[in-house]
């Protein structure tokens, strides 16, 4: 909840001068934090920077040694080249020992032209000092050599030393110690320096500001003032310090324009918490509302006994009348449709539009038999209304699904699932009725099973969990193509990765309205293989795809086929789309306008499961398919039953005459194959040709 000012004010008051009351530790003060950082960001400096400086030197030392190893090998190398001329050893001896004068250098070596020593001396102390020893940073003994000329420029010899870095290096370890401690202690006087010039500058002035705050009376802030830090000029404390005085004054007008607030604000909060639970549009309790009635109705049936019934209800044409004639329309009459309903509820009744076009009825004290009553009167009374719009009337009709509110509910989604339920089961009866959850137990439990399916059907589409596979349709007879023909077909892959048989969730597919979208995802999912995979694409002959009876007839679905042949660059004469005849013939003229606008673009139609028709024959010649698929009923019985042999004769004659191919289901052995062969059906299709397998497992090469 948000605070007033006067609240502000006591809880100000409550911990006013909070320096006085305690000292705060000199770690926690902004002079320690400043002098912390400032000697931290010193130090790191300044090691840095003497580190450099180190460095620098440390590369300096090396050149100065290579320096002096030239110098000393200069300035010997004609004594040591007279004595290696004439042999003589002894005055060899003597250049030795003066070049060894040098405490750096080890030893000396010289030697004649064939390399014979004739003097090799070091130096007395050869071992390195114990304040060397530890540097390793200098490396090892480094050697120098000085070939000696005779004044002919022929080689007489070579004059060698050896220095000891570490040993010529020894004021460099002297010099670095000097320059990290000089740097240290500067470092750290001027951390020093620069704390008590923070001190002066910063923190001081806002120790004073922040005592001159603590005398403040926020309840007549215009009474005292910060006063100014600096008479001359003004700094930025001096700005922090008019910031403040100012917003003293905006809190002193602010309390007496809050205090008005808070009045007004009691009551805007009644007028939102009204609004929170009620529908905008119908002006009926919408569906937060309506829960917290629902558990409350619930609590009191624990409590008193009592008998409630939740009535769902949900309009079945609401779409048709949004998607015709716009949302203008669709507000309009759910807004008559929430007047009908509240005028034929009992006052005691609480009415809610739980979205869309769903309502929601919580009858209370009311029996079965009273419930009953009122959803068939409101049943009635919405099939008597007319909606106009635009000069047309249209018809409305209502589906109710009722749930008692017993002892097993124990929250109001079982609540709400229930009546869904039963809502659900009421459509399934035709609509424009009402099921109550308790009246036919197998039908709800059917009901529950459909709708579980319906999750899933949406999950995996959603999630692509649907996968593709084929079944081989084999030629009877060569023919001057023998590409890859196969019939597509659809497998539902669940959570733990096991399939599903389209037996399990097309029935619940098709219940619900819910082929389109899956024939949509198939058609898509299969152009989307084949132009992946172009060689596969290459010895297709040709891809059978089944379509639904509701595709047919829905909007937009044609252009979506086709959208989707231009998409995915798919050639059409090797796409036949499969229709039941059941699906054909009950929705003849979307079908034929359907296959004549496919034809057009190249793609052929097999009429599947052909025969089980009562007027099958009678429609074929509005029809114009390609292939006629004869249903498996009669194909297996061929072989033992005359008249199912009859069947599929006459099927392929009368299929010849109209020039179209006739496929064969089921032939699930060799002896119906060869009985297929002998009346001349085209194509055969079963499992005693080949089993269906997951679509990248077709072997190209064996019809290719």
């Known amino acids: 909840m948000e605070y007033s000012i006067k609240a502000l004010v006591r809880k100000y008051k409550k911990y006013k001068h909070p320096m006085r009351q305690s000292s705060r530790p000199f770690t926690d003060s902004l002079s320690y934090t400043l002098a912390k950082n400032s000697v931290l960001v010193t130090l790191l400096v300044g090691f840095s920077l003497s580190c450099i400086q180190i460095a620098v030197d440390f590369v300096r030392e090396q050149n100065e040694i290579q320096q002096f190893a030239s110098e000393i090998l200069a300035a010997n190398q004609f004594a040591a080249a007279d004595a290696s001329f004439h042999l003589d050893a002894p005055a060899a001896e003597e250049v030795a020992k003066g070049i060894l004068q040098y405490h750096s250098i080890t030893s000396v070596t010289i030697t004649n032209e064939r390399d014979e020593v004739l003097t090799q001396l070091a130096s007395e102390n050869t071992e390195r000092t114990n304040l060397t020893k530890g540097f390793e940073i200098f490396g090892e003994i480094k050697g120098f050599n000085q070939p000696l000329y005779f004044k002919s420029g022929e080689n007489i010899g070579n004059l060698r030393i050896y220095i000891d870095p570490a040993l010529a290096s020894d004021r460099f370890i002297d010099r670095s110690i000097l320059v990290l401690l000089s740097g240290l202690v500067r470092n750290i006087l001027l951390a020093f320096i620069l704390v008590f010039l923070f001190y002066r500058t910063t923190t001081k002035k806002v120790i004073a500001i922040g005592a001159a705050l603590n005398d403040f009376d926020l309840n007549n802030p215009k009474q005292n003032r910060i006063p100014p830090v600096n008479k001359k000029k003004k700094n930025e404390l001096d700005d922090l310090g008019d910031s403040i005085n100012r917003l003293l004054d905006i809190i002193y007008r602010d309390i007496k324009k809050r205090e008005q607030r808070e009045k007004a604000l009691h009551v805007s909060q009644k007028e939102l918490t009204y609004q929170a639970n009620h529908d905008l549009l119908s002006g009926l309790v919408n569906r937060r509302g309506f829960e917290l009635h629902l558990f409350q109705a619930m609590q009191s049936r624990q409590a008193e006994n009592a008998e409630h019934i939740f009535c769902y209800l949900d309009l079945d044409q609401f779409k048709v009348i949004n998607d015709t004639c716009g949302h203008i329309a669709g507000d309009e009459l759910l807004r008559q449709i929430s007047q009908i309903l509240k005028m034929h509820i009992r006052s005691q009744d609480v009415l809610a539009r739980l979205g869309g076009d769903e309502f929601g009825i919580l009858m209370l004290n009311c029996n079965i038999k009273n419930a009953k009553e009122v959803a068939q009167k409101l049943i009635d009374k919405v099939n008597q209304h007319r909606f106009l719009w635009e000069d047309k009337p249209f018809a409305i009709s209502v589906s109710i699904g009722i749930a008692p509110i017993g002892e097993s509910i124990n929250n ?3 609540l709400l699932r229930n009546a869904d339920i039963a809502c659900y089961a009421a459509k399934d009866a035709g609509r424009d009725c009402f099921r ?47 590409g890859l023909h196969y019939e597509v077909l659809l497998r539902m892959v669940d959570e733990s990765g096991s399939l599903i048989s389209p037996n399990a969730f097309l029935p619940a597919a098709e219940r619900y309205h819910l082929m389109t979208k899956i024939d949509k995802w198939v058609i898509e999912n299969q152009f989307n ?43 059409a004469k090797k796409i036949c789309f499969e229709i039941t005849e059941t699906a054909a013939i009950s929705n003849l003229t979307d079908a034929t306008t359907f296959i004549e606008a496919m034809h057009s673009k190249g793609c052929s139609f097999a009429l599947d499961d052909f025969g089980t028709g009562l007027s099958s024959f009678a429609y074929l010649k509005y029809l114009p398919v390609d292939f006629l698929k004869i249903d498996g009923l009669f194909v297996k019985g061929i072989v033992d039953d005359p008249i199912d042999y009859a069947m599929v004769k006459s099927i392929h004659e009368v299929g010849r005459v109209m020039g179209k191919k006739t496929v064969a289901e089921f032939v699930e052995n060799t002896e119906i194959g060869l009985k297929l062969k002998e009346i001349g059906i085209d194509y055969s299709q079963g499992y005693g040709i080949a089993e269906p397998c997951p679509i990248n497992e077709l072997k190209i090469t064996e019809h290719s």
């Open 436 to 482: 109550i959850y308790t009246e036919s137990v197998s039908d709800i439990a059917k009901v529950h099973g459909d709708m579980q399916w319906v999750t899933k059907i949406n999950s995996a589409l959603e999630n692509d969990r649907f996968c593709l596979y084929a079944q081989v349709i084999q030629p009877n007879k060569p023919t001057d193509r023998n």
């Open 412 to 414: 109001t989604n079982d």
């Open 529 to 571: 293989y084949l132009s992946k995979h172009p060689e596969h694409l290459a010895a297709l002959e040709l891809c059978s795809i089944n379509l639904s009876g509701p595709s047919l007839t829905a909007s937009g679905f044609l252009k979506t086929v086709i959208d989707y042949l231009d998409h995915y660059q798919i050639p």
